[in-house]
């Protein structure tokens, strides 16, 4: 017999591989005989092994890439958590791969790598996780100080503290010897800042004022002190009312932690004894004359 391939080749020997024959051969009393043979090779439904993951790089803003080895020449397919496929890749002939995914994939988000080979046998998914985005470098840098320019107003309607501080940062006026938090505002675009504080506060007494910024860094406190009664003393003319009027106005040093309280009380108890005096001398006059 003589088998001929498509192309009118005899083939003497060997294994034929898929396609189709042509058979001839003689039988006794009859003309050569000739018939066509279709061979097929065996149906492939073995899936290939999974595929190994060997890296996933990147980040939520440019994107992931995954690299592994499969089945040369099968197709990769990753899927997201949800079983949507976010990329495709095919293996190489030495059986390496790389896909890239698309940044919306996410940081810390589950995915899966499958091979399917030529006749579209899928193998067992891999699992696989997105790398976390990288933390963006910590501010633990406190900001400066703040000052403390003014401070106006009376014990009876309250003072008001005005300084400049980092702009956008809290800025916190307490009293150092109790902890009590008096006031708070942030400091606008421009660097300026200006606190209400509560009626009671008492002149001499000594305050601190700190800068907290956005990552929570708290600057160092500067001290400063309510200023003493010392201009606009009203000296009455008959009788006991002396009208006594006090007001306060005006830029105050920093007291760098020093403890001037006192001497804002004795300050106030001399002012008191002076402007008593005068009272005693101009009414010792208005009754001799």
């Known amino acids: 017999a003589v088998i001929t391939n498509a192309s009118g080749t005899a083939v003497t020997n060997g294994s034929l591989s898929a396609g189709t024959y042509t058979v001839t051969y003689s039988a006794s009393g009859y003309d050569d005989v000739t018939q066509t043979l279709v061979v097929t090779d065996p149906a492939d439904t073995t899936a290939p092994d999974a595929p190994t993951v060997g890296n996933v790089t990147g980040n939520s803003t440019n994107g992931y890439t995954v690299t592994g080895t499969a089945e040369p020449g099968s197709t990769i397919t990753i899927k997201d958590g949800s079983g949507a496929t976010v990329g495709t890749g095919t293996a190489n002939e030495t059986g390496d791969y790389t896909v890239t995914l698309p940044g919306s994939v996410g940081p810390n988000a589950p995915i899966s790598v499958t091979a399917t080979d030529a006749a579209g046998n899928v193998s067992d998914p891999t699992p696989a996780t997105t790398p976390a985005d990288p933390k963006a470098p910590s501010d633990t840098t406190a900001p400066n100080p703040p000052s403390v320019d003014t401070v106006t107003g009376?014990?009876?309607?309250?003072?008001?503290?005005?300084?400049?501080?980092?702009?956008?940062?809290?800025?916190?006026?307490?009293?150092?010897?109790?902890?009590?938090?008096?006031?708070?505002?942030?400091?606008?675009?421009?660097?300026?800042?200006?606190?209400?504080?509560?009626?009671?506060?008492?002149?001499?007494?000594?305050?601190?004022?700190?800068?907290?910024?956005?990552?929570?860094?708290?600057?160092?406190?500067?001290?400063?002190?309510?200023?003493?009664?010392?201009?606009?003393?009203?000296?009455?003319?008959?009788?006991?009312?002396?009208?006594?009027?006090?007001?306060?106005?005006?830029?105050?040093?920093?007291?760098?932690?020093?403890?001037?309280?006192?001497?804002?009380?004795?300050?106030?108890?001399?002012?008191?004894?002076?402007?008593s005096l005068l009272f005693w001398r101009k009414n010792k006059k208005e009754d001799e004359s």
């Open 154 to 275: 009376n014990p009876d309607t309250g003072y008001t503290v005005g300084g400049k501080g980092e702009p956008g940062s809290t800025i916190t006026i307490k009293n150092p010897a109790t902890g009590e938090i008096l006031g708070t505002t942030i400091v606008d675009q421009d660097g300026n800042y200006s606190i209400k504080l509560p009626m009671g506060v008492k002149p001499g007494t000594q305050l601190s004022a700190t800068s907290t910024d956005a990552a929570g860094n708290v600057s160092d406190p500067t001290d400063f002190i309510i200023p003493v009664l010392t201009s606009g003393m009203a000296i009455g003319n008959s009788g006991d009312n002396m009208g006594g009027k006090y007001f306060s106005s005006g830029k105050l040093p920093a007291t760098n932690g020093a403890d001037t309280g006192w001497l804002g009380v004795i300050g106030t108890v001399i002012l008191s004894l002076l402007g």
